[in-house]
Nanobody
C-alpha cells in the first residue's frame, strides 16, 4: 500500500484546511489510519486516527473539537478536516496506516508509531497569526 497525503497550505489563524490521505496499491480495509505531525525541533506526534473496519476514531486533546477524521471508502481516502487552526498547529502532517490494527480490537492508537507500517510523504501546514 502506498499513501499520498495532500491538502496542506498556508492559512490564517482561525481558518480551516482539509487534508486527504489516499491509498493506492491496496485498500484500507481492516487497517487503522492515523494522522501525525512534526513541528520544527519537535518530535512527531499523533493527532487523530480511525479504525477502518470498526469506524471508531480517536483525536488527541490538543485538537479535539477542532479536527475531525473521516473515511471515504468510495475514494479510498481518509480525510482530516482542521478547523479553528492555531499557529501551534503549524507542522508537516503525515498519514500512516497500520495493517494489523484489526488484531488489537476496535480502537485505534497513536502512541506506538512503530505499528504504522506505511507512511505518506507529508504535507506542510502553516498557520499564520
Amino acid at each position: 500500500v502506498q499513501l499520498q497525503a495532500s491538502g496542506g497550505g498556508l492559512v490564517h489563524a482561525g481558518g480551516s484546511l482539509r487534508l486527504s490521505c489516499r491509498a493506492s496499491g491496496g485498500s484500507f480495509n481492516f487497517y487503522a489510519v492515523g494522522w501525525f505531525r512534526q513541528a520544527p525541533r519537535k518530535e512527531r506526534e499523533g493527532v487523530a486516527c480511525v479504525s477502518i473496519n470498526y469506524n471508531t476514531t480517536y483525536t488527541v486533546d490538543s485538537v479535539k473539537g477542532r479536527f475531525t477524521i473521516s473515511v471515504d471508502n468510495g475514494k479510498n481516502t481518509v480525510d482530516l478536516v482542521m478547523d479553528s487552526l492555531k499557529p501551534e498547529d503549524t507542522a508537516v502532517y503525515y498519514c500512516a496506516a497500520d495493517p494489523d490494527a484489526w488484531h488489537y480490537g476496535s480502537a485505534c492508537q497513536l502512541n506506538d508509531q512503530g505499528r504504522y507500517d506505511y507512511w505518506g510523504q507529508g504535507t506542510q501546514v502553516t498557520v499564520s497569526s
